[in-house]
């Protein structure tokens, strides 16, 4: 997408945040913070759809992590260990703790400016941005 349609989304999700109630926003908030948790539990834990790509069995069990902290997996048939890609996903490869995420959420649904994000959170105002690029890609 490009930025005018970032722009273009982020307006229309901004105008229906702005008219919701307290409680609403409350709510809202809850649901994204729920789908910052499945997207935790998917990190962690692969799928069918990922195979091993030394004998293509499916089933894993957890090995440690890469130096870059991301979860791998060791093949139970062949023992071969890997990694899988969470790019495109709303966490995927993020630095960010978790409690960052949570209070992203609230900001979100708050409709506060990147700038008033990143003060907030204490990360880059290019990382706010990506944060709500992620987030209203998740929504």
Same mark, same amino acid.
């Given at each position: 997408?490009?930025?005018?349609? =970032?722009?273009?989304?982020?307006?229309?999700?901004?105008?229906?945040?702005?008219?919701?109630?307290?409680?609403?926003?409350?709510?809202?908030?809850?649901?994204?913070?729920?789908?910052?948790?499945?997207?935790?539990?998917?990190?962690?834990?692969?799928?069918?759809?990922?195979?091993?790509?030394?004998?293509?069995?499916?089933?894993?069990?957890?090995?440690?992590?890469?130096?870059?902290?991301?979860?791998?997996?060791?093949?139970?048939?062949?023992?071969?260990?890997?990694?899988?890609?969470?790019?495109?996903?709303?966490?995927?490869?993020?630095?960010?703790?978790?409690?960052?995420? =949570?209070?992203?959420?609230?900001?979100?649904?708050?409709?506060?400016?990147?700038?008033?994000?990143?003060?907030?959170?204490?990360?880059?105002?290019?990382?706010?941005? =990506?944060?709500?690029?992620?987030?209203?890609?998740?929504?």
């Amino acid at each position: 997408m490009e930025n005018d349609a =970032y722009q273009s989304l982020w307006n229309e999700i901004r105008d229906v945040l702005e008219n919701m109630s307290d409680s609403d926003k409350r709510a809202a908030i809850r649901q994204l913070r729920s789908l910052i948790d499945r997207e935790l539990i998917t990190m962690e834990i692969p799928d069918a759809a990922h195979k091993c790509c030394n004998c293509g069995g499916i089933e894993f069990v957890r090995n440690g992590h890469t130096a870059a902290g991301t979860q791998r997996f060791k093949c139970k048939c062949c023992g071969m260990t890997q990694s899988f890609s969470s790019t495109g996903s709303l966490l995927g490869n993020t630095k960010l703790d978790i409690e960052k995420w =949570y209070e992203f959420a609230e900001c979100f649904v708050n409709c506060n400016s990147c700038q008033q994000i990143a003060d907030r959170l204490e990360v880059g105002l290019e990382t706010s941005w =990506y944060m709500r690029i992620r987030m209203m890609e998740a929504v």
